[in-house]
């Protein structure tokens, strides 16, 4: 088991992708399965986003889900990987005191970080309509809420901003410059599309900006572009929800049609390799050693 707090081996990442201009890539997960895979691909960041917890219990992304089911699945994915997850706590899930407990609640389950949003509660999803915003003052005490209550001053506190959708990008750097003087160890301006932009929120932050990068939503800008502008740290947070759908609901519309899943086989994993991926054989060791215990002791009597 790492000792190493996970807030405390995410801050080295950055450090040292800041200095390489090399990003750190985090792709979101949502259940210990993908979790897993996650890992396996060589990923060392794991990233967990609240619309795609949202989506696997049927629910939209509105606020919904409450503080503790995001908490038990954050419990699950961090207990999976022995990598930093990084975990969506939208706006806090109501007043002060909710968010100083899910700030301990997150921590405890073993994530290294968490993000707090500039909306009010219930939030909508950044690519929703009609979104509004708190007041500047507000959201800093949230975010000192936040710090105060975490236990280890390796837990990160990450503020995030929709103002760049509501207001535009001078509000949106002008709220997170705010956010970073409050205490927050990282910010998050979402919605931004364009290079220039992206340029100008780097150039006008001292803490680490973290970037999402979302399939069918904005222009996809490669990692190692992200790094030269200055992102150490980007986030893919449904790439894996929207393929999972895909092939899911192309498998479904093939056994429709045809009766048969035949035809859209190559887009599926052998169940061999599902199980490799959960770690079967841990399970199998763990029965070997139970049933060579059982002998030993039989022996000794």
């Known amino acids: ?35 897993r895979l996650v890992e396996r691909a060589g990923f060392n960041v794991a990233y967990m986003s609240g619309l795609c917890v ?4 049927g629910e939209p992304d509105v606020g919904a889900i409450t503080a503790d089911a995001m908490v038990e699945r954050a419990r699950v994915v961090a207990g999976c990987t022995g990598i930093p997850l990084i975990v969506d706590a939208d706006s806090g899930y109501g007043g002060a005191y909710n968010v100083a407990q899910a700030v301990r609640a997150f921590e405890t389950a073993g994530a290294a970080a968490l993000h707090l949003e500039d909306q009010p509660f219930p939030k909508k ?20 809420v936040a710090l105060d209550a975490r236990r280890n001053q390796d837990f990160m506190i990450i503020a995030r901003t929709d103002a760049f959708a509501v207001e535009g990008l001078d509000a949106a750097i002008a709220r997170v410059q705010a956010y970073e003087a409050a205490g927050a160890d990282a910010t998050i301006i979402m919605s931004v599309a364009s290079e220039e932009d992206m340029r100008r929120i780097t150039a006008n932050l001292r803490k680490p900006s973290i ?72 399970a199998r060791d763990a029965d070997a050693a139970y049933d060579r215990y059982i002998n030993e002791a039989h022996a000794a009597s």
Not at 5 to 31: E, N, T
Not at 125 to 144: D, F, S
Not at 264 to 279: H, K, M, P, R, W
């Open 211 to 282: 970037v999402m990068m979302v399939e069918g939503l904005r222009p996809l800008v490669p990692a190692t572009r992200l790094g030269e502008i200055g992102y150490p740290l980007v986030v893919y947070p449904v790439s894996l929800l929207q393929a999972q759908a895909h092939a899911q609901q192309r498998m479904l519309e093939t056994l429709q049609r045809d009766g048969s899943t035949a035809a859209c086989a190559d887009a599926s994993l052998t169940l061999n390799d599902i199980n490799e991926t959960v770690g079967l054989e841990r």
């Open 125 to 144: 999803c950044a690519a929703m309509a009609g979104k509004t915003l708190i007041a500047v003052p507000e959201m800093v005490a949230r975010l000192r």
């Open 1 to 35: 088991m790492n000792s190493i707090h996970p807030g405390a081996r995410l801050k080295a990442l950055i450090v040292a992708a800041k200095a390489s201009g090399q990003p750190v890539v985090a792709p979101g997960c949502y259940d210990g399965l993908t979790a």
């Open 54 to 57: 949202a989506s696997t219990l």
